[in-house]
């Protein structure tokens, strides 16, 4: 996921929002080019661990640090989920998350969303099957 329009940056900010997931084969990983490395729901997760190198190499003329994307409203990550689930195949969620360490502040389909260096999935949000 990137970023259509940055609108603040040098930021430092914490809270609560929401994070479109992918879920498959008993793991839950990143809406689009994130690692399919398996999440720890309830645990500070710093986005290093979780970034995909081929990713960086492919947008390396970004204009903002790397973070988790975290869209501040439910509606809003419904949106993009609606929009990018046209495109793409499988198992998507929206889960609440908080975050930390967020450092910029942008558009994405014309909703806000904050790109924040740690994130926490909020437990109790998944049925097991």
């Not at 081929?54 to 993009?80: D, R």
């Not at 910029?104 to 109790?124: F, H, R, W």
Request: hydrophobic share 35%; aromatic share 12%; charged share 30%.
């Amino acid at each position: 996921m990137c970023l259509d329009e940055v609108t603040k940056t040098n930021l430092d900010e914490s809270g609560v929002g929401w994070k479109v997931f992918r879920r498959g084969g008993g793991k839950l990983v990143g809406e689009s080019f994130d690692k399919a490395t398996k999440r720890l729901i309830n645990r500070w997760l710093n986005e290093q661990s979780f970034r995909d190198r081929e990713l960086e190499l492919f947008l390396g003329g970004i204009s903002y640090p790397y973070g988790f994307h975290v869209f501040k409203t439910l509606k809003s990550a419904k949106k993009w989920l609606n929009l990018y689930d046209k495109k793409v195949r499988g198992y998507f969620k929206c889960l609440k998350v908080k975050y930390r360490k967020g450092h910029t502040l942008g558009n994405q389909v014309g909703s806000d969303v904050i790109v924040a260096k740690e994130m926490l999935i909020l437990p109790n949000q998944l049925k097991e099957k």
